[in-house]
């Protein structure tokens, strides 16, 4: 798991939406398919899909650039 501050003035790309505070957190899980074999890998592919989508719901979005 990452979790750390960044400054928001550093994105500048177009369509990236950030609050207006001068500092958010980054949160990402990192995670590894072990064993590697192809249970494990799809249960991970259905986790990430339902966190996606609930990221989603909650109002995030995938920004096309």
Do not use: H
């Amino acid at each position: 798991m990452l979790l750390y501050p960044v400054k928001t003035k550093r994105f500048g790309l177009p369509n990236f939406r950030v609050p207006n505070q001068k500092v958010v957190f980054l949160f990402a899980l990192l995670r590894t398919a072990v064993p590697p074999d192809d249970s494990v890998i799809k249960k991970m592919l259905n986790d990430n899909r339902r966190l996606f989508e609930q990221n989603r719901d909650l109002g995030g979005y995938l920004a096309e650039v």
